[in-house]
């Protein structure tokens, strides 16, 4: 049985990809910090619920420990957690701001991938899936042609570009993981707003890459479409 935790799963992009994921027969920890919220999730899946705060290390560290009782192992990590932060004009954004959506979008990952390592590296088929955003892409936001461009989102952006390089570091830094970046594109969620894609083809490039083998790719950035540029 294929185990998979996917961050921040209660609502949004992450419920869908773990229904989707539930149905392929993986067992699915819906990974919250709202303990209400993600326990709800875990009993509409019929999956498995663990706290957890990706911004809070004791929390990741915790969560990291209860999985390894319950089953030893993981197979999948698919770090989705991730806050749009303060929309406000780029002349007008703090440090204490920009600090908020990269303790939760950037750090948050580096938390849980070094926690649940350990677990990974007891797979037989480790994948690690980053969920960035085309917003993130150089690419895709200095291209007049693409969506991404019309967006000025000092703070989000920039973390989600920062997430790219992480993505590539620990890729060539862990041979043995297969470790990608996925783009779910403009899907109206909770923490967009806006879009036009619904859910399912949002999470049609995170399930393609949490479902991969040892021969799947490593250190791309990848959208429902194919690959994208950094």
């Not at 990809?17 to 875990?42: C, F, M, N, P, W």
């Not at 019309?150 to 590539?168: D, G, H, I, P, R």
């Not at 990608?180 to 109206?188: Q, R, S």
Request: charged letters at 20%; a negative charge.
């Amino acid at each position: 049985m294929t185990v998979t935790l996917i961050t921040g799963a209660n609502k949004g992009l992450g419920f869908e990809a773990a229904q989707r994921l539930k149905k392929l027969g993986h067992t699915v920890y819906i990974g919250s910090r709202d303990e209400e919220r993600g326990k709800e999730a875990a009993e509409k899946l019929e999956a498995q619920y663990i706290v957890l705060d990706v911004t809070n290390e004791e929390s990741v560290k915790n969560a990291a420990i209860e999985i390894e009782k319950r089953e030893g192992y993981i197979d999948v990590l698919i770090n989705n957690a991730g806050i749009s932060g303060n929309h406000s004009f780029v002349q007008d954004i703090t440090a204490d701001m920009m600090e908020q959506v990269y303790n939760t979008n950037v750090f948050g990952i580096v938390r849980v991938t070094q926690h649940f390592l350990p677990l990974l590296k007891k797979s037989n088929q480790p994948v690690i899936v980053n969920v960035s955003s085309g917003l993130g892409s150089f690419g895709q936001v200095t291209n007049p042609e693409k969506i991404e461009s019309t967006v000025n989102a000092l703070a989000y952006c920039s973390s989600k570009a920062a997430v790219s390089m992480l993505t590539l570091q620990y890729a060539k830094g862990l041979p043995d993981i297969r470790i990608n970046a996925v783009d779910p594109g403009p899907t109206k969620t909770d923490l967009t707003g806006h879009g036009f894609q619904t859910l399912e083809q949002g999470t049609d490039a995170i399930v393609k890459m949490a479902t991969i083998d040892n021969s799947g790719p490593t250190g791309i950035f990848i959208n429902r479409d194919g690959i994208i540029p950094w």
